[in-house]
């Protein structure tokens, strides 16, 4: 039996007895205890600040969506059981078959949707300003600087700078599942005819944000947001319309 000598950090063979032997002195009568196999106070700290570093690499990014998510859970409790109990009086009523997939992918829908009315309905804090910036609550003219956050007068840093690019950013990734569930829920829907339909979906958006105002929202209506809308439904619509193409392209197995 081999290890380590805890005493000189060299190999011991187990000697005479069992009692282990250092092979660093020459097999001499020079005995050692064996080195303890627990692990080291460095080592146990060093774990526990990686897996720290891992907690913060995933869940740092979701804190200033963390507003988010309570009114998510409210909508969603309030739509998912009303949408259970309409497909349920629906087949009861019509007798229709129930294709599960189809059904996974509408409850999705339904879903994404609640998410969706509880990012852009919900009273915003931070675009306070911008609402008070914007006084009719309406801007029609397109702005390349709140498209790219990138000006003179717009710091990299400042809060002026994160709150763009997080509405930016936000705006985008937000529309990125209604371009998939368009054409999944609508197979025959032409890519184009997608392309205007989200573009409707996000000026409803709009024109519903202009009206909540009046609880005190703080929303304003943007053109801007329609187009990084569009923007993020374009990116979906062009996945799955690329994922069918490839799908198509595939020759077809021989049959035998």
Known sequence: MVGLCENCEGRWLAGAGGRPRCIQAGLSAVWCAPQSRTPSTAYVDLTNQRSADM???F????????SFFYPFLVVSAIAVPCWLAFRLYRRRALGHRVSL???ILLLTA???LSGLAAATLTISRPSRSVAEATAAGVDL??????LTCHSASMRPGSTAHS???RNARGNVVLFIPLGILIPLIWRRLRFW???LLALAFSVGI????YISRAWGSHRTADVNDVILNSVGACLGLVFVFVLRLMRRSRPSAPRA
């Not at 869940?59 to 963390?66: E, H």
């Not at 709009?206 to 944000?209: A, L, T």
């Open 193 to 195: 005819k997608a392309v």
């Open 59 to 66: 869940v740092y990014p979701l804190l200033p969506y963390r």
């Open 141 to 146: 003219h397109p702005n390349l600087t709140s």
């Open 110 to 112: 339904v879903l994404y």
């Open 55 to 57: 907690v913060r690499l």
């Open 101 to 103: 997939a189809r059904e």
């Open 163 to 165: 709150f763009c690019v």
């Open 206 to 209: 709009e024109v519903v944000q």
